[in-house]
């Protein structure tokens, strides 16, 4: 038995959208202009994992020669983001969603490429799931970490989502 979500042609759309650098610098230049200055890039994306890029540079860094903590914060965001955005668009439904909760640790400090790695993407599937059927609002929490080239971990956050069936 597959317990796997199938991947609808609307999904693997949105995937393929946002995996192309030149849709996400206008859709982030128009919806996201702060994440399009910083430079915000995906790095892989599918129905179960996203990996965001975020580059070292000037724009995004701190008098501690790091990139600043809201530069992380945006970027993990989208990585979870990124994966709501797939799950929801297996469904004809108008779903709101909206960030209701963040817990973050900043563990090292953030001197070179952050990658945001979140494989949340199956309990995105499921509350959505749940939200349609029971017509109520329902939260997921999702996980994102940060890691740099090296492989050190620099952060980690908890993004808790809420979901509502528009009437």
């Known amino acids: 038995m597959n317990n796997q979500p199938e991947i609808n042609k609307k999904q693997k759309a949105i995937i393929q ?8 610098f206008f859709f982030l230049l128009f919806k996201l202009p702060s994440a399009c200055i910083a430079g915000i890039k995906v790095k892989s994306l599918n129905e179960k994992k996203s990996e965001i890029n975020i580059p070292f540079k000037f724009t995004n860094k701190n008098p501690f020669k ?3 903590f809201a530069i992380q914060s945006m970027g993990a965001e989208f990585s979870t983001a990124a994966l709501a955005v797939v799950a929801m ?3 004809t439904n108008s779903i709101a969603y909206i960030v209701v909760n963040l ?11 952050v990658t945001f ?10 509350g959505i799931k749940k939200c349609i059927a029971e017509n109520k609002p ?6 994102t970490i940060g890691r740099m080239e090296d492989g050190t971990v620099v952060s980690i956050f908890n993004f808790t989502w809420s979901f509502k069936v528009r009437n």
């Open 89 to 91: 668009s297996k469904y």
């Open 117 to 126: 790695t979140c494989e949340d993407g199956l309990l995105f599937e499921q």
């Open 17 to 24: 959208k946002m995996k192309n650098p030149f849709f996400l």
């Open 103 to 113: 817990n973050a640790e900043f563990l090292k400090k953030a001197n070179s490429k």
């Open 66 to 68: 790091s990139i600043y």
């Open 138 to 143: 329902t939260e997921i929490t999702a996980k």
